[in-house]
């Protein structure tokens, strides 16, 4: 029987790389419907295509100048909600980018279900949440991330107590030696030019400022149940490692391929187990020299603020991820340099005032409030 999938943001980077896995895997598995916010023509052509007879469209004013029967389209974020909460699905794969993801989160969690997560913010903002839930529905998280994947392959049949610490790896993004004084002169096409990795734009720019490695601490966290001072991070320009365990005994395993997100996806829907797949080979006598080095803190202030953050706790990874994004918006606009990012997160963190366990509606209105903020440049 085919494993039937749920396929959220299945017009990103992370969808694109599920459907050539289905394609390829498509005697194992199925997609029942799927999602995308704004892009019709491509949510649409992708349901032909690969035979979904269900999809959303989380945009509600995007007009649509043409229907399909055959295609059931819903539309809006409560319809969404209502499918995942009634449709007959095993697996729900949640690539949405950004807070936007949390709510689907919490609903397929509540359900019970299996969710494969690419959403890391899902557990940055609301990571003591969605724990109390998975403890109460026994719902499984699988991470996607291919940092996480790595370490959740790892840690396979080890107990926690095994584990002195977690080695997040960071390729170091484009900017790694660019002289810092040429930082201010940094414009968005330059942000976007990743060196190992095709992501969407949100992410990319994450990954120059390296905001989006800390952000993947904080998720570890949470996914791991590791204190924060047994999760590091290491420059790995190559993206061959994606993460490292370094067990008590002072052993070290890596899980390491070559970049693609199609290996931790393939793995996020068939564990425990890995099935036979030629679609990732890495050839070990092409690889040149791995190489690691420190996250430098001038370089990358970003990383020790959202590490900060999460170690914080209460709503202050909301207020981060929240500062975060709306700063990345007014960089893509063109309101703020590059290097304001930073200035947009630290004045928001500065500004606001912790609140230990927050409950969902809080997190949801402030995380609001901030990303309204039309004057959130000059307000903190």
Known sequence: MKKKIAVLGITGSIGTSTLEIVRHHHDQFEIVFATAHSDY?????IAKTNKINKIVLTDTDKKIYHADYEVKLYRGRTDLVELIKNEDFD???NAISGSAGLPYTIVTLKRGKSLALANKESLVMAGHIVKEIIAETGATILPIDSEHSAIFQVLHGHDKSEVRNLHITASGGPF???PLKDFDKIDLNEALKHPTWEM???VTIDSATMMNKGLEVIEAHWLFDMDYANIKAVIHPQSI???VVEFVDGSMIAQMSVPTMQLPILYALTHPI???SYKVVTCLESLHALTFEPICKNRYPLFYIACQAGRDGGLMPTILNAANEKAIELFISGQIKFTSIQMVVEKALNKA????NPDLETILNINNQIKSQSNMKYDF
């Open 41 to 45: 023509d491509k949510l649409y052509e």
């Open 91 to 93: 697996i729900l794969i």
């Open 176 to 178: 790694r030696k660019l």
């Open 200 to 202: 969407g734009t949100k």
């Open 241 to 243: 490692i994606h993460s």
């Open 274 to 276: 890995h099935v036979q």
């Open 353 to 356: 005032a912790n609140i230990n």
